[in-house]
Nanobody
Framework: QVQLVESGGGLVQAGDSLRLSCATS????????MGWFRQAPGKEREFVTA???????FQADSVKGRFTISSDNAKNTVYLQMNSLKLEDTAVYYC???????????????????WGQGTQVTVSS
């Protein structure tokens, strides 16, 4: 059974940094792509960033230069480092696992087979 568990969310001020973690279990972590999405109140879930198993990464324009995805295969964990946080980054953040690579597919929710339960990030002024 594949499980993804996010952690690290919280309340921070604008300009602060935060690192989210997503621990996975149930299948060989290093062979799959991992992505982060977020959903703000009243909005659809949107793509944030993703990383293919080979190391290629993709980011949404809204987070380029501020957010970084990385992984630790030994820990079966993917991270989302978020710097220079803005009010508009407030959302529930979800990690997800996919069996494909490429920006067109990885920025689409239906590409992902498994999802975590989400972790709340709130950025205040």
């Amino acid at each position: 059974q594949v499980q993804l568990v996010e952690s690290g969310g919280g309340l921070v001020q604008a300009g602060d940094s935060l690192r989210l973690s997503c621990a996975t279990s149930g299948r060989t972590f290093s062979t799959y792509s991992m992505g982060w999405f977020r959903q703000a109140p009243g909005k659809e879930r949107e793509f944030v960033t993703a990383r293919c198993s080979g190391g290629i990464t993709f980011q949404a324009d809204s987070v380029k230069g501020r957010f970084t995805i990385s992984s630790d295969n030994a820990k079966n964990t993917v991270y989302l480092q978020m710097n220079s946080l803005k009010l508009e980054d407030t959302a529930v953040y979800y990690c997800a696992e996919a069996n494909s690579c490429g920006l067109r597919s990885l920025r689409t929710r239906v590409t992902y087979e498994y999802w975590g339960q989400g972790t709340q990030v709130t950025v205040s002024s």
